[in-house]
């Protein structure tokens, strides 16, 4: 019998945002590191795996390896051979552009954002004031009038919002938080403030595609705090307790992915191996590498899962 695969790390890619805050850079990095990618199988920006069992091997690589063994019963073949999810950490100084996703069947996606860290001061915009028609948003793109138009929502640290396809979105100043989306980073831009990149031009808007892919009525916000989920994953948290053990599983359903948000989060397997997982790093557990237990401590992670193959 082969050995079970064990937890897969990978190397952070971490990409400079003219937003970026320089929370996430390493040390002596960049100052304006706005995106740190824990785990991606995006062409052209993939994170390779990490130590001697997976050589440097992408995602979709495992996957092609490994199938269900490493993704979960039936998950393989209903993500299509490829990995399915893209997740990042995100450090915004200034304010996000407002923008809109595509659905997943146009090859877009759905997100959950988890927050880490917040200010006073710190908000999100979800959606519209008030229902219009597509002209009308246009109408107002083109007066420089969307700001007027756009509902706001405080956020607080711990809490977790899920953005569909479609919703008209802005993260604002002072958030860095824990963004969890099917693998897409298709964006259409509908207002970035008249700020210019690096080279001093403006950032392209992209009008059309946006109301074509936008919800264009208010959000419908039903939930704060985790469990959150989505048609294709869940997120939830895991908090180790101080004096009791506790374990983590999928029953074969699916793979298991951790975030760490604070503390150290210990994991064995009741015999010999033992991983640690420090605020802000990932780790893939493949389907088959379940159950795991949580050590006593005071770690706590954001833990996604596939939903089960057959929804």
């Keep these: ?44 920006q993939e994170t390779p795996t990490e130590g001697d069992d997976y050589e440097e091997a992408s995602l979709d690589a495992l996957v092609a390896r490994y199938g269900d063994r490493l993704l979960g019963q039936g998950q393989t073949a209903r993500c299509g051979g490829a990995f399915p999810l893209l997740i990042k950490l995100l450090d915004a100084a ?13 090859g877009g996606k759905d997100e959950i954002w988890y927050f880490l860290e917040t200010e006073p001061t710190s908000r ?37 919002i899920a953005l569909p396809a479609g ?26 403030y008249d700020r210019v990149d690096d080279e001093g031009s403006k950032r392209t808007l992209h009008i059309d595609e946006a109301l074509r892919s936008a919800t264009l009525e208010p959000h419908r916000l039903d939930a704060r705090h985790l469990p959150l989920g989505t048609p294709h994953f869940v997120c939830r948290e895991v908090t180790a307790k101080p004096e009791l053990s506790q374990t983590i599983t999928t029953d074969g359903a699916s793979c298991a992915i951790l975030v760490g948000i604070s503390g150290t989060l210990a994991l064995c397997d009741g015999e010999s191996e033992a991983w640690q997982l420090a605020p802000h790093e990932a780790l893939l557990i493949p389907a088959e590498t379940l159950p795991l237990s949580v050590a006593p401590g005071d770690g706590k992670a954001l833990m996604i899962t596939l939903t089960p193959a057959e929804l």
């Design 1 to 44: 019998m082969s050995r079970k695969l064990t937890p897969i790390r990978c190397t952070p890619q971490y990409y400079h945002k003219i937003w970026g805050g320089g929370r996430l850079a390493p040390t002596g990095g960049d100052q304006q590191v706005g995106e740190v990618w824990l785990l991606s199988a995006l062409a052209g």
């Design 94 to 106: 200034t304010d996000l552009s407002v923008q809109v996703h595509p659905s997943p069947q146009e």
């Design 167 to 192: 919703t008209i979105h802005a993260l604002g100043a002072g958030t860095m938080l824990i963004e969890v989306q099917d693998t897409s980073d298709i964006t259409y831009r509908l207002y970035d």
């Design 124 to 160: 999100i915009c979800l959606g519209l004031t008030e229902p219009m028609s597509a002209d009308a948003l246009r109408d107002i793109t083109k007066r420089a009038t969307l700001m007027d138009y756009l509902h706001w929502e405080p956020v607080r640290t711990g809490e977790a």
